[in-house]
Nanobody, 115 residues
Framework: QVEFAESGGGLVQPGESLRLSCAFSRNIFKFYNMGWYRQAPGQQRALVAM???????DYSDSVKGRFTISRDDAKNTIYLQMNALKPEDTAVYYC?????????WGQGTQVTVSS
């Protein structure tokens, strides 16, 4: 079992930035993959950015060049820096990890981009 503490969502205007944080209750090195997904109203949950088990970082094409995923291993925390936000980035953002016992999701944090 993994517990999450997500934070950083909110309401911003187009072009502004936000940083999401996700702190884990377990040692970050126990995870195979860890990252962020999002789900907009009426749409399926989709990958935003992820650290993979093979050591690579995957980004959705829609956020490449604008979003950056990072990690602080000492704090068992990952971040999602979101720049140049667009209205289409509006969604609930979920932290996600996979490990030997399964896949786990955070509670989600709302990001709304609107003028």
């Amino acid at each position: 079992q993994v517990e999450f503490a997500e934070s950083g969502g909110g309401l911003v205007q187009p072009g502004e930035s936000l940083r999401l944080s996700c702190a884990f209750s377990r040692n970050i090195f126990k995870f195979y993959n860890m990252g962020w997904y999002r789900q907009a109203p009426g749409q399926q949950r989709a990958l935003v950015a992820m650290f993979t088990n093979s050591g690579t970082i995957d980004y959705s094409d829609s956020v490449k060049g604008r979003f950056t995923i990072s990690r602080d291993d000492a704090k068992n925390t990952i971040y999602l820096q979101m720049n140049a936000l667009k209205p289409e980035d509006t969604a609930v953002y979920y932290c996600n990890v996979s490990m030997w016992s399964g896949t786990y999701w955070g509670q989600g944090t709302q990001v709304t981009v609107s003028s």
